[in-house]
């Protein structure tokens, strides 16, 4: 599953990357991590409705929705945070989760360990160098993440390389033709048309999920 030379070591519930010194490649995440315990709160209370101008609820419904179809399968998740994804995904999937906070991971841990996943990994890496082999996951989730994202290009590269064909990426994430509130919304955002191009430019199929939900788009790719 990992890449060819790709040291990783397990600390408890985690994977973290190895460099050429023998050291763990460490991240800044957003939030630090000493204030990961608060990331679930300041989603719900203040991101949602007060910077997407939308609803928690109807955000997993739609996913609920979009995924209620998916089992059995190897699913990657890209910046999976505390692991909002037991929410709206089977648990009889192989998920792999993928972050550059530990903290948040190791919550998303015990709510995958809770919900029932019994084969769930994590790894502390970024998003824009996987540690993973080429054409092994089956699905793709980018769920509130990709516009904080340095590079999103190199990040798209990756999700090709990473898929196998006929795979599919789902992504929700915030444009600013659907902030109608002209809210101050943290990262890079990118239009839907933006978006389109991006994955036409690594043969991704772009395809618009029929949802409102405030500033957010919902979308699929196919490879």
């Given at each position: 599953?990992?890449?060819?030379?790709?040291?990783?070591i397990?600390?408890?519930?985690?994977?973290?990357r190895?460099?050429?010194?023998?050291?763990?490649?460490?991240f800044?995440?957003?939030?630090?991590?000493?204030?990961s315990f608060?990331?679930?709160?300041?989603?719900?209370n203040?991101?949602?409705?007060?910077?997407?101008?939308?609803?928690?609820?109807?955000?997993?419904d739609?996913l609920?929705?979009?995924l209620?179809?998916?089992?059995d399968?190897?699913?990657?998740?890209?910046?999976?945070?505390?692991?909002?994804?037991?929410?709206?995904?089977?648990?009889?999937?192989?998920?792999?989760?993928?972050?550059?906070?530990p903290?948040l991971?190791?919550r998303a841990?015990?709510?995958f360990?809770t919900?029932?996943?019994?084969?769930?990994?994590f790894?502390?890496?970024?998003?824009?160098?996987?540690?993973?082999?080429?054409?092994?996951?089956?699905?793709c989730?980018?769920?509130?993440?990709?516009?904080?994202f340095?590079?999103?290009?190199?990040?798209?590269?990756?999700?090709?390389r990473?898929?196998?064909p006929?795979?599919?990426?789902?992504?929700?994430?915030?444009?600013p033709e659907?902030?109608?509130?002209?809210?101050?919304?943290?990262?890079?955002?990118?239009?839907?048309?933006?978006?389109?191009t991006?994955?036409?430019?690594?043969?991704l199929?772009?395809?618009s999920?029929?949802?409102?939900n405030?500033?957010?788009?919902?979308?699929r790719?196919?490879l």
């Amino acid at each position: 599953m990992l890449k060819s030379g790709v040291r990783i070591i397990r600390k408890k519930d985690l994977n973290y990357r190895i460099d050429g010194q023998g050291r763990i490649v460490r991240f800044r995440p957003w939030l630090g991590d000493s204030f990961s315990f608060l990331y679930d709160t300041i989603m719900k209370n203040s991101i949602f409705p007060r910077k997407f101008g939308g609803q928690m609820s109807i955000h997993y419904d739609i996913l609920t929705q979009e995924l209620k179809g998916v089992h059995d399968k190897r699913v990657l998740e890209l910046a999976a945070g505390s692991g909002s994804a037991v929410n709206f995904l089977a648990k009889d999937n192989h998920y792999t989760g993928t972050d550059i906070s530990p903290g948040l991971l190791k919550r998303a841990a015990r709510n995958f360990k809770t919900a029932g996943f019994e084969d769930a990994k994590f790894y502390v890496v970024n998003a824009d160098e996987l540690p993973f082999d080429n054409n092994v996951f089956d699905l793709c989730l980018c769920i509130l993440s990709l516009n904080f994202f340095s590079d999103a290009r190199k990040v798209f590269q990756e999700i090709k390389r990473v898929l196998v064909p006929g795979a599919v990426f789902i992504c929700s994430v915030p444009v600013p033709e659907r902030n109608k509130r002209q809210n101050t919304i943290r990262g890079t955002l990118y239009s839907e048309e933006e978006l389109k191009t991006i994955c036409r430019e690594y043969s991704l199929k772009f395809e618009s999920i029929p949802a409102e939900n405030g500033a957010l788009l919902y979308f699929r790719a196919f490879l």
